[in-house]
């Protein structure tokens, strides 16, 4: 099973400086997201939300990358349906990272089991959302990702089951192994594919990656290779990998 590595997000916040900011550039501009006054604001939530993210997407918990793209601001509530929501535009706990995949297949989805009255105020609580909230559920009581990257909905949780259908996660196991294979191919020679394989295990199941990735890393041993002996090779540094961590942390 892989660890979410964090359940829900917890507390982000603004200065009083910011936050009067915020307000002051609202009242200015509208709820104009993409006016390049708010620059400053999508910047400090890029930085804080992934603090608090612990640098993982907010639906599929995939590591978030660095580069300029790949990582975007996600309002959970849309912004642009209909204008009936833009006043949550920005509110905090309708802000989380997403990567570019679970943004893009999630869309304009409505996240909520019934419209909102007019004017009221954003939801304090899972219980308005037919979706995985990630400021207000637990994500592993609703979804769960077992090795290699196979997401159920825990229990046929109906939340779960919206964001592994709308942001299309069925589909990320061959997703990630399709990469792991890519960066294994790419290194050059035996021994420095050992340790970029090894480093995958943690995502993986240590079983499953020896399966998936000893016949490949076999084929980079050369003439004296076999799957047998590259599968010993991954359980051999995994171990020293181990080793190391547990003598990091100390007695
Ligand atoms: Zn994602």
């Known amino acids: ?3 979410p590595k964090f359940e829900k997000i917890t507390a982000p916040s ?4 910011q936050a009067t900011k ?3 550039g609202i009242a200015r501009w509208g709820y104009d997201w993409s ?4 620059s400053w604001l999508k910047e400090h939530l890029k930085t804080e939300l992934r603090r608090l993210q612990r640098d993982r997407c907010c639906y599929c918990r995939r590591p978030l990358r660095f580069d300029k793209g790949p990582v975007e601001i996600e309002h959970v509530i849309n912004k642009a349906a ?4 833009v006043r ?3 509110v905090l706990r309708n802000l989380a990272l997403a ?3 679970c943004n893009n297949g999630k869309g304009q989805k409505v996240v909520l089991r019934a419209p909102l009255p007019p004017r009221s105020a954003y939801p304090t609580s899972a219980a308005p959302f037919l979706w995985v909230h990630p400021h207000f559920h637990d994500y592993s009581a609703h979804i769960l990702i077992h090795d290699a990257w196979v997401y159920e909905a825990n229990g046929g949780s109906r939340e779960g089951t919206a964001v592994i259908d709308k942001c299309k996660l069925t589909l990320l196991s061959g997703i990630e192994r399709a990469n792991r294979r890519m960066l294994v191919e790419s290194c050059d020679g035996f021994a420095a594919a050992l340790p970029r394989a090894v480093e995958m295990a943690g995502d993986v199941g240590l079983d499953a990656l020896c399966v998936e990735l000893s016949p490949l890393l076999s084929k980079m041993m050369g003439s004296c290779g076999s799957p047998s002996k590259a599968e010993a090779a991954i359980r051999a540094a995994h171990a020293a990998l181990q080793a190391i961590a547990g003598a990091a942390k100390g007695p």
């Open 22 to 24: 915020l307000r002051n």
């Open 35 to 38: 006016h390049s006054s708010f």
């Open 1 to 3: 099973m892989i660890d």
């Open 14 to 17: 603004l200065t009083a400086a």
């Open 82 to 85: 209909s204008g009936a929501y």
């Open 99 to 101: 990567c570019k995949d």
């Open 88 to 90: 949550f535009t920005f």
